[in-house]
């Protein structure tokens, strides 16, 4: 019982005297590494960060890392996660489970439930959950992209990013979720994290176009001759 008491001790006091305020709100204990896009991020007032760990590092937790603090500091109130429709269950659990943050998974087979239970008046899926985990395929279409646009949060996560890079081939899909990240992009007061296990697929254009989405200046750098200073500020987002 003593150790016990011992160890709830300084757990609360790791958690109150910490730097972090997310740390008291979640259910899983960050390997040291995984604080290291989370660190990078708060130097920013505008997040634009590109997580390239390889797969099973745990780039979801670290992405809702920054989420969590964000929000426990009371920047953001409202999020959205981008992924394939495979990959929405999954992320609402992680997000459940381990961050404490209920979301609504939007894709063409929860649409129809989402859409009943609206509250009469001007209201979107998009505007009136909080927290969304929206499947990419789903609000690439022209016919559901512009209001996805209009009423999308300001802090984005985009998972399997590689998917959304500019392509080299006449790939209409992919054409389509490259055109709809550009648009969230334009936006410059919009916080954009991208998650990807393969972000350079041998393609140099379509790597610099995922760079692209954090800075437009990143785009036009030539890889093979960067200077010090381009590394740097590279460096700052990747």
């Known amino acids: 019982s003593a150790l016990l008491l011992r160890d709830a001790l300084l757990l609360k006091l790791r958690a109150g005297a910490g730097p972090f305020r997310a740390l008291g709100r979640i ?28 797969v099973g590092i745990g780039k979801t937790i670290e992405s809702l890392l920054i989420a969590r603090e964000k929000i426990d500091q009371g920047e953001i109130t409202r999020l959205c996660v ?17 961050f404490h943050i209920q979301a609504e998974v939007v894709r063409s087979g ?26 990419i395929d789903y609000v690439k279409s ?5 209001q996805f646009l209009h009423f999308c949060p ?14 080299s081939t006449k790939s209409t899909s992919q054409q389509q979720r490259h055109r709809l990240l550009m648009d969230l992009a334009s936006k410059k007061t919009r916080s954009l994290i991208l998650l990807t296990a393969t972000p350079h697929s041998g393609v140099e254009n379509a790597f610099l176009s ?29």
């Open 27 to 54: 259910n899983v204990e960050p390997r040291a590494y995984q604080l290291v896009p989370l660190l990078m991020a708060l130097k920013h007032e505008v997040i634009r960060l590109l997580i390239a760990d390889d």
């Open 82 to 98: 981008l992924c394939p429709p495979y990959l929405c269950d999954q992320w609402q659990k992680e997000l459940s489970e381990k």
């Open 110 to 135: 929860t649409i129809g439930r989402l859409e009943r239970e609206l509250p009469s008046g001007d209201w979107s899926i998009f505007n009136y959950y909080p927290f969304t985990v929206v499947s």
């Open 154 to 167: 300001d802090f984005v996560i985009v998972d399997e990013a590689h998917g959304s890079a500019q392509s």
């Open 210 to 238: 995922l760079l692209g989405l954090l800075n437009p200046e990143f785009q036009k750098f030539d890889l093979t001759q960067m200077s010090e200073k381009q590394r740097i500020a590279l460096s700052q987002h990747f």
């Open 142 to 146: 022209e016919k559901n992209r512009a």
